[in-house]
């Protein structure tokens, strides 16, 4: 499993757009990236996956540059309710695990 | 509705008295999860199940066990509770195999507190 880095916290405003990064290195070339978001006392929610270059859906865009080293997780006009904490994971396989992700604070 | 159901949800015991938490998907899903999340750990595998009969530890399964009997459950069984295993434990399911490749569906977590 590729390890990851991704910042630890993130402050940012209603209405403004949040940009996560995620480097990963030592990513394979079969490695997926996937992204998670975590409310407090719930379970981890799927947000996104892609393989390269951009995927969107309609909650959020995922940015993967040509060399895969890194991919940006990018969350339009966040709301309060999106304060939450955000995992990338990358890897192929059976065995995942979480780091300790990015906690998005949004203010009023 | 497709979901993942814990149970219990809260459970307060005592070192050393067994106990099994229960996981149970109703998606049809190959793939099941055991984690458990701690405050700055993020959530860390404890162990997974390709398939029916098919299961193989992940990060951090000591004290722990787990059996796949059936597609759509996956128990986790505490054989001598430690209070170190007090923490947030979730379960999970994805369609394949491969649950790099597809999405993973997390349960609502069990709140342990061992004694």
């Known amino acids: 499993l590729a390890k990851t880095t991704q910042p630890i916290s993130m402050d940012s405003y209603e209405g403004q757009e949040v940009n996560i990064t995620c480097s990963h290195n030592n990513i394979a070339t079969n490695d997926y990236i996937t992204w998670y978001q975590q409310f407090p006392s719930q379970g981890p929610r799927f947000i996104i996956q892609g393989y390269k270059t951009k995927v969107t859906n309609e909650v959020a865009s995922l940015f993967i540059p040509a060399d895969r080293k890194s991919s940006t997780l990018s969350l339009p006009r966040v709301s309060l309710s999106d304060t939450a904490v955000y995992y990338c994971?990358?890897?192929?396989?059976?065995?995942?695990?979480f780091g300790a992700g990015t906690t998005v604070t949004v203010r009023a | 509705e497709a979901q993942v159901t814990q149970n219990p949800r809260y459970l307060i015991t005592v070192t050393g008295k067994k106990l099994t938490v229960t996981c149970s998907q109703n998606m049809n899903h190959e793939y099941m999860s055991w984690y458990r999340q701690d405050p700055g750990l993020g959530l860390r595998q404890i162990y997974y199940s390709m398939n029916v009969e098919v299961t193989d530890k992940g990060d951090v399964p000591e004290g722990y066990k787990v059996s796949r009997k059936e597609k759509r459950n996956f128990p986790l069984i505490l054989e001598s509770p430690s209070p170190n295993q007090t923490s947030l434990y979730f379960c999970a399911s994805s369609l394949s195999g491969d649950p790099s490749s597809y999405e993973q569906y997390f349960g609502p977590g069990t709140r342990l507190t061992v004694t």
């Open positions: 994971l990358v890897g192929v396989g059976y065995k995942l695990s």
